[in-house]
């Protein structure tokens, strides 16, 4: 009596195309939604809260932004909060010292497009040297 079945039993093939397929895909999608560092365009030289007071050859230019997102320049308001007015006043007060440092002094509750709008105008216009003033804190005396 014979109990082995007369049918040769093959072994098992595994495709591998469509698993490089999918590998493939996956590795396109991660190389497309992958983002990289990014440099920001606007460089700022925040002072450490702490840091002694920096003596500077020539008086900065100084922004002031109050908690209600205007901008005074000395004691005189600018007329209004747009990109093109805050371009205009900085080149006018800056002249062509672009290494002339613009100190912005901003309230702790302004809205932070305020300053934001202030830093990119710099930009625009060329000016490299830009701090954002802060005062020291009570428990760092």
Known sequence: ???????RK????VNLT??????FLLLIFFMVSTTFKRDTEIKVDLPEANAEVVQHEEKPLEIIVD??????????????QRLRTMK??????????????????AD?????????LIMDAARQVGIVNLSIATTRSADDS
């Open 88 to 105: 205009s006043v900085l080149l006018k007060e800056i002249g062509k010292d672009k290494k002339r440092t613009l100190v912005i002094r």
């Open 67 to 80: 908690e209600k997102g205007r901008y005074f320049i000395g004691q005189q308001e600018l007329v209004n």
């Open 18 to 23: 469509p698993l490089i397929d999918v590998v």
């Open 108 to 116: 702790q509750k302004s809205p932070h497009g305020a300053v934001v």
């Open 10 to 13: 093959e072994s098992p093939d």
């Open 1 to 7: 009596m014979n109990l082995r079945s007369s049918a």
